[in-house]
């Protein structure tokens, strides 16, 4: 017994002398393996938000802008939590590098399904990462939103950021599933802004149309008054809140939006989907 041991581990010194400890997860792995909150010691932290300031812009369909939805330290945490890597279940040793690849990064390029298949599409070119439940920051906004919603009744809040680098976009498209087999729906969308440097970038809504001689000039600080539909500004740690489902929970075609092109810039941001059961 003792010699099987003692060759076990002349195995393992070589391998190590061979190709380093990278191909060793490490503790932060193991312990984000298991937990899934790669920074969960420091969410607690995080300063309590003050009280968002909700503008109704129209109230059909319901589209309302939310300030200061998520703090400058949220932000931060969430940049931050995007980039990060998860652990993969298995290993997979990479015989150019000659190490094994112990884990993959959060954010990746974006896919569309297609009648039951999940592919890349050039209508959908920017990145996005769903973030873990379990997340202490992640809960905290999760109880803003429901609390914003009036402690509605639901299935389950997605929250996922997206990332655009420049010259990317998402097309036209509705948040809403034309399938409903499951019975399961997106009730309402908030799309909120962790970063952006560029301009006249944000979210468009092509079936709204805007007479902005009939509207407030403060609007103006908010959503982009030189077009002749809604489209938001991006503004830093602001949102967009809007219902995706009629009275009747179908949903609304005028609710098509688009993210705008990243020109001469990037756009960093967060979706929040609350799905309620359909039937």
């Given at each position: 017994?003792?010699?099987?041991?003692?060759?076990?581990?002349?195995?393992?010194?070589?391998?190590?002398?061979?190709?380093?400890?990278?191909?060793?997860?490490?503790?932060?792995?193991?312990?984000?393996?298991?937990?899934?909150?790669?920074?969960?010691?420091?969410?607690?932290?995080?300063?309590?938000?003050?009280?968002?300031?909700?503008?109704?812009?129209?109230?059909?369909?319901?589209?309302?802008?939310?300030?200061?939805?998520?703090?400058?330290?949220?932000?931060?945490?969430?940049?931050?939590?995007?980039?990060?890597?998860v652990?993969?279940?298995?290993?997979?040793?990479?015989?150019?590098?000659?190490?094994?690849?112990?884990?993959?990064?959060?954010?990746?390029?974006?896919?569309?399904?297609?009648?039951?298949?999940?592919?890349?599409?050039?209508?959908?070119?920017?990145?996005?990462?769903?973030?873990?439940?379990?997340?202490v920051?992640?809960?905290?906004?999760?109880?803003?939103?429901?609390?914003?919603?009036?402690?509605?009744?639901?299935?389950?809040i997605?929250?996922?950021i997206?990332?655009?680098?420049?010259?990317?976009?998402?097309?036209?498209?509705?948040?809403?599933?034309?399938?409903?087999?499951?019975?399961?729906?997106?009730?309402?969308?908030?799309?909120?802004?962790?970063e952006?440097s560029?301009?006249?970038?944000?979210?468009?809504?092509?079936?709204?149309?805007?007479?902005?001689?009939?509207?407030?000039?403060?609007?103006?600080?908010?959503?982009?008054?030189?077009?002749?539909?809604?489209?938001?500004?991006?503004?830093?740690?602001?949102?967009?809140?809007?219902?995706?489902l009629?009275?009747?929970?179908?949903?609304?075609?005028?609710?098509?939006?688009?993210?705008?092109p990243?020109?001469?810039?990037?756009?960093?941001?967060?979706?929040?989907?609350?799905?309620?059961?359909?039937?």
């Amino acid at each position: 017994m003792a010699r099987l041991i003692a060759f076990g581990l002349s195995i393992f010194v070589a391998l190590v002398a061979l190709l380093g400890t990278s191909f060793l997860p490490s503790v932060r792995h193991v312990w984000s393996y298991y937990h899934d909150t790669p920074h969960e010691s420091g969410n607690h932290e995080l300063p309590e938000p003050a009280k968002p300031v909700a503008r109704i812009f129209l109230y059909d369909p319901l589209i309302i802008h939310i300030a200061d939805l998520i703090t400058p330290d949220e932000r931060k945490y969430l940049r931050e939590l995007a980039y990060d890597f998860v652990p993969m279940a298995y290993s997979k040793f990479n015989a150019l590098t000659l190490h094994f690849q112990t884990s993959l990064p959060r954010l990746k390029r974006s896919s569309v399904d297609l009648d039951g298949a999940i592919a890349e599409q050039s209508r959908r070119t920017n990145s996005t990462a769903f973030l873990p439940f379990d997340d202490v920051a992640i809960r905290r906004i999760m109880a803003r939103v429901n609390e914003f919603q009036g402690y509605m009744e639901h299935y389950r809040i997605d929250v996922q950021i997206t990332s655009y680098q420049e010259g990317q976009e998402y097309r036209p498209h509705f948040d809403w599933y034309e399938d409903d087999e499951y019975h399961i729906n997106h009730f309402s969308t908030i799309f909120a802004i962790l970063e952006a440097s560029c301009e006249h970038c944000g979210t468009q809504f092509p079936r709204i149309k805007v007479d902005w001689t009939k509207r407030d000039k403060k609007w103006c600080e908010y959503l982009d008054c030189s077009q002749n539909v809604l489209t938001t500004k991006n503004i830093n740690s602001s949102a967009l809140f809007w219902r995706n489902l009629d009275d009747n929970l179908r949903g609304r075609p005028d609710t098509l939006h688009a993210g705008l092109p990243a020109k001469d810039g990037s756009k960093m941001g967060l979706n929040i989907w609350t799905e309620i059961a359909t039937s």
